[in-house]
């Protein structure tokens, strides 16, 4: 089997870890507003620990936690739905194919680029809750 240990994307590329929202967990937003994350069980947390980074990252460094943008890998997913008043309701959704590698060590990666960085938290404190140890 062949197992990676390190990796060094190539230019902008950045590789994160791919931690997911555990169901029984808050999020804190700035306006004030509470989200129950039970709802978003098991899809990737929107912030992740850099593990590499490629030669012309400038402001990343591995370490750094950034919060991600995932909508460039979102594809539109439509579900017919019913037919009312002579008119089929559709159903819209999202499906995400983010690119992954395996590394030894931390599991299923994020394939990124530097583009899908919104900002690099310099400051913060980790809860008892853990979720960026």
């Known amino acids: 089997m062949f197992k990676i240990k390190e990796i060094k994307p190539m230019f902008n590329g950045i590789v994160t870890t791919a931690m997911k929202y555990v169901g029984d967990q808050y999020e804190k ?6 989200i129950d994350t039970r709802k978003l069980d098991g899809a990737l947390n929107v912030y992740q620990r850099v593990i590499a980074v490629g030669d012309t990252v400038r402001s990343v460094k591995p370490g750094d936690i950034v919060k991600l943008r995932y909508d460039r890998y979102a594809a539109v997913r439509h579900t017919p739905g019913k037919l009312e008043d002579n008119m089929v309701s559709d159903q819209l959704g999202y499906d995400y194919s983010i690119p992954s590698v395996y590394l030894e060590g931390y599991g299923e990666c994020l394939r990124v680029y530097d583009n899908d960085i919104d900002f690099v938290v310099t400051k ?8 960026l140890q």
Not at 124 to 131: A, H, P, Q
């Open 124 to 131: 913060s404190e980790v809860g008892e809750d853990g979720l």
């Open 29 to 34: 937003k700035t306006n004030g507003l509470i």
